[in-house]
């Protein structure tokens, strides 16, 4: 006879399995590779990276997401957290886009997050953009709202929301949303 915890682990087990074998069969890619576009709103830069391939982190295409998500004010540069990039994909798997993340801000330096903050009511003094925990985007020709919801329904990190300035939030600190 199993207990009921092992019951619930196996049958946990055989549900992650039952979701993921049609994702890996639809978009056989998912299950190998991970890829993002960027198109950096303030320097025109884009880029088509493939920054994880069967497990392992692309360290050439890390370096060139870490560039192109500088502080474009500054043009200082630093490691953008991994958990970002996965939250990115798996965001962008749940709404079916493969299309280029508008990019409004990455990374921010302490001298521009100050500022920003200075300039601004909304820029928060301890920014995870300056960790590089952070983004703000916009998906062409996703409704704002779609993907704020979407990103709300992944519980992975903070969601901002701003329809006025047409962009959302996303960050790797706890659960949150305003």
Known sequence: MISR???LLAST???IATLAAPMAKARPE??????LNFYNLHTGEQLSATYWIEGHYMA??????????RDHRTGAVASIDTRLLTQLSLLQQKIDYAGDIHVISGYRSPKTNA???RASTGVAKRSLHMQ?????LRLPGIE??????????M?????GYYPKSDFIHLDTGRARFW
Not at 30 to 35: I, Q
Not at 155 to 159: D, E, L
């Open 30 to 35: 998912l299950a190998n590779e991970r890829k």
């Open 115 to 117: 500022g920003l903050q």
């Open 60 to 69: 050439d295409e890390l370096a060139a997401i870490n560039h192109l998500l």
């Open 132 to 136: 590089g925990r952070a983004m703000d």
């Open 5 to 7: 915890r092992q019951f």
């Open 144 to 153: 704002l709202k779609h993907l704020r919801e979407a990103a709300l329904s």
């Open 13 to 15: 087990a055989a549900g």
């Open 155 to 159: 519980r992975a990190g903070g969601v």
